[in-house]
Every structure is written in C-alpha cells, then in structure tokens.
C-alpha cells in the first residue's frame, strides 16, 4: 500500500490528497487552508495552500498604520495671542563676543523666567532658592555616587564670611577632604547672591574658599539654614571650573 503521510483513507468516505506546499506532507485536501499576510490595510491570500502546522499568523508587522483624519476646523476661535502675551527684554543693541565660546552676547541682554523674573545669566544656572534666578541647580540632584567617589556629603560648616573683596571663607568643624578644584553646592546663605555651585580653592585641612559674584561687602554669610554639600555638576566646554554668575563678558 502506498504511503499516505498524515491524510486519513476511508473506502466509505473517500477524500482527495493533497501535499502541504509549505512543508511537502501529504494530508487530506480539505484539511488544507490558505496561507493569509498583511499587506498594506489588508489581508491577502499569499495562494500556498497549507497545513494546520505550517499555517503562520499573519504578521503585524507589515500592516499599515492607520492614521486617523485631523479635527475639524471649528467656527470663531478664540487662541492665545503670544505677541502681546509673551514678555521680551532682549536688547540687540552694542552686541559683544563671548570670549570663551565666539557666541555674541547681546548689549544690555536681560534674561526672564516664565513669570518674568529676572534670571541670572550663569550659562550653568545658580542656586534654585531665588525662583527669580531661575533656572538654576538644585541640590537635591547631585548624584550622590559616582564611580566610588561619594558626594552630596554635608560639610560641617562654623563659619561662612564675605572678605570683601570678591571672595567667600569657609571654615569647617572637622576636615573636609576637598582639593582645589572640587565642587560644592551651597544654599540658605544670607546673601542669596552667594549660593549656588561653586568652584573651591583649598587653603587649610578645614578651610577653603571660593570666588564671589557681584562682589559683597566683608561679614558673616552663614545662617541656621544653611547647607553646603559637595557636588560634580557638568561644566559647559571648554571651561576647567563652575562660571561665576553676572553678565558675560
């Protein structure tokens, strides 16, 4: 008797054969189907008459994506008139060059938040405190851990004094581990012009300074609310410490 693969024989009920053009088995015709695959929006009949086992489920992937009419237009609309509600300080008058990256600076060029505060014109930001000097770096995102150096450690602060003459003293209660050239971030001064992140100069084991910008008048900056932390803020290119705040020059 001749193989007949995997199609049932009945003398009482004869059915045709028929080869599975996928796999080549021979079944019984009618338990072949045809093979259906996305093309476009639709389905359609890829011809190839198969089994069960080798008919596949039509792939997704080549279906088309929909994408649904625009709204309609509606009559008398009423939207924001952003030429007269949009508030512009910019000066483009005695325009100078930023020596450090070539970009002109505009003359007079006063920077506004959303609400149309002053902002400060640090290319990195200053301190979040002041919502006036918006945008600025906020503490709570320095990244605690990098690498297996350790920071946000809080600094044991005694004393934090204006010299006068552009510069901030920080003297801490135990040693502070800082080198010149690290970070630190520091809110809650009394000046709010002294916070914000700041390239350090060691001087001492538990001192250190760093440079003020507007220069303050000499006495004590520190607080009950003050926090200093160490940080390691991205720099902008081509600089080697934090920019000090004020007017580019």
């Not at 996928?22 to 011809?47: E, F, M, P, T």
């Not at 930023?98 to 609400?115: K, S």
């Not at 851990?145 to 010299?163: E, I, W």
Request: hydrophobic residues 35%.
């Amino acid at each position: 008797m001749r193989n007949h693969g995997r199609a049932r024989v009945s003398a009482r009920n004869p059915r045709a054969f028929g080869i599975c053009d996928r796999c080549g088995i021979l079944y019984n015709h009618v338990n072949l189907q045809w093979q259906y695959d996305w093309a476009g929006a639709s389905l359609i009949n890829k011809r190839i008459l198969v089994c069960d086992t080798c008919n596949d489920v039509p792939q997704t992937q080549l279906r088309a994506i929909i994408v649904p009419a625009d709204p309609v237009p509606i009559q008398n609309p009423r939207i924001q008139d952003y030429a007269t509600a949009s508030s512009d300080y910019r000066i483009t008058q005695g325009n100078t060059t930023n020596a450090q990256t070539g970009i002109p600076v505009p003359g007079g060029d006063t920077r506004i938040t959303q609400n149309s505060n002053t902002r400060v014109t640090q290319e990195i930001g200053g301190t979040r405190v002041d919502i006036s000097e918006q945008p600025g770096l906020d503490q709570n995102a320095v990244m605690p851990l990098q690498g297996t150096t350790a920071y946000y450690v809080t600094l044991p602060l005694l004393s934090v004094t204006s010299d006068g003459a552009g510069n901030a003293t920080v003297t801490c209660s135990a040693v502070h581990n800082l080198s010149t050239g690290a970070q630190i971030a520091v809110e809650g001064l009394s000046v709010g012009t002294a916070n914000g992140f700041y390239t350090v100069t060691v001087t001492t084991a538990t001192a250190f300074t760093y440079q003020l910008n507007p220069v303050l008048s000499a006495g004590s900056l520190l607080t009950g609310t003050t926090k200093m932390v160490t940080a390691n803020a991205g720099l902008p290119y081509n600089f080697d410490q934090v920019p000090q705040t004020g007017p580019l020059s």
